[in-house]
């Protein structure tokens, strides 16, 4: 029987080739896993790009509320464009992808001109047009302080005064009516209702800039003489109307633009639907002196109402003010109806006295009451 004798080269040449394949086959291990881990990187870092981009895309919508709101609160020169079509492809960066979008603005309640509801859409808009990253946020703005009715003396609401808007006196306030805001006041009585709080302090608002001589270099300004109105119930372009002296007003009268008086007005027309309208970033009525209202129903004054002295109303007389009555003195009227609204779009006004462009508004600020996304 013969003996199997193995060659010393061919075991050295089967240990290499073990060798080489156990080399071979960590290679393909640590690649598989070096693969695993540049997927999971992969994943990861797009994992993140989409949280950043979700961040950004929230911030720029955040900050498209932000936009809205400075925009309420100073809408003097906003284009009525925007309240009825909001505001597209707006950016923060000049030639960045980012865009939002503001959706038309309304108000919850068509009765409350103080609240209102906010949509904003922000996105990266990609070469193709397509639209990425998309943060929708729905926000509730309620303006506050919004002062509707200002009195610079002690007074007594009666119970036919309605407020829509906070109420604010240096003084003391007795409230028989209704108000549906806050009271700043000094003290506050009475039997009349109230939906806000009260503070002791007065509300941060600038000085109101209405005065004899009010301008806006916007608006013709008319010098009025003769004791009453031209000839005729309607004056109806958009200026100053400007009387030196005391005026009565004894007919139907349809303004649209400010009524300026330099004195008294007494406002007697015994027709009905009279009305003041005042033109964009105009006060509706000035009156330096008194202001008498007789025999009048269905008064309507759209816009800021200034009065230097007292407000004096006949009993029966019906009227409403749509924006604000800022007044000096006082306010009289046992037994009338007398509806204030406050709307800061209409009270809001711009005054270029002295040369220089002054804004204001009854609306001295203003918070979210809520956010939330939206689909």
């Known amino acids: 029987m013969s003996e199997i004798i193995h060659h010393p080269s ?12 156990m080399v071979l086959l960590i290679v393909m291990a640590i690649s598989i896993i070096s693969m695993g881990f540049v997927a999971r990187m992969d994943t990861e870092l797009a994992c993140g790009a989409n949280t950043l981009l979700r961040v950004q895309m929230d911030q ?9 709101r400075g925009l309420i609160l100073h809408p003097q020169d906003v284009p009525a464009s925007f309240w009825t079509n909001g505001a597209t492809a707006q950016q923060l960066v000049a030639g960045s992808q980012d865009y939002y979008d503001i959706a038309k603005i309304e108000q919850p ?3 409350d001109y103080c609240t209102y509801d906010i949509k904003c859409e922000a996105y990266r808009k990609l070469a193709n047009g397509e639209k990425t990253g998309r943060s929708r ?7 506050d302080p919004c002062i509707a009715l200002a009195v610079g003396a002690n007074t007594t609401l009666w119970n036919g005064v309605k407020v829509y808007g906070d109420v604010y006196t240096p003084n003391g306030l007795t409230n028989n009516g209704a108000i549906y805001g806050d009271v700043f006041a000094a003290s506050l009585a009475g039997t009349g209702t109230r939906t806000g709080q009260l503070y002791l302090q007065a509300p941060s608002l600038g000085p109101c800039p209405v005065n004899d001589g009010y301008s806006n270099s916007k608006y013709s300004t008319h010098l009025l003489s003769g004791g009453a109105l031209p000839a005729g119930p309607c004056l109806l372009d958009g200026n100053i109307w400007h009387y030196v ?26 027709a009905n639907a009279s009305e003041i309208v005042a033109a964009k970033s105009l006060p509706a009525l000035y009156v330096s002196g008194n202001l008498v209202i007789e025999n009048v129903n269905n008064l309507l004054i759209e816009g800021l109402v200034v009065v230097g002295g007292n407000v004096s109303i006949q009993d029966s007389v019906s009227i409403t003010i749509v924006g604000g009555l800022f007044v000096g003195g006082t306010l009289d009227g046992s037994l009338s109806t007398v509806t204030i609204i406050a709307d800061p779009m209409k009270a809001a006004i711009v005054n270029d006295a002295t040369g220089s462009q002054i804004s204001w508004s009854p609306a001295a600020g203003g918070f979210f009451k809520s956010i939330r996304r939206w689909e």
């Open 10 to 21: 061919s075991i050295t040449h089967r240990r290499k080739g073990i060798a080489l394949l």
């Open 60 to 68: 720029l919508a955040q900050s498209g509320l932000e936009h809205a």
């Open 109 to 111: 309640d068509p009765g």
């Open 137 to 143: 946020l729905a926000a509730r703005l309620r303006l």
């Open 245 to 270: 002296g005391d005026l009565d007003i004894t007919e139907t009268v349809n303004i649209k633009g400010m009524l300026l008086v330099e004195g008294d007005l007494t406002i007697r027309a015994n």
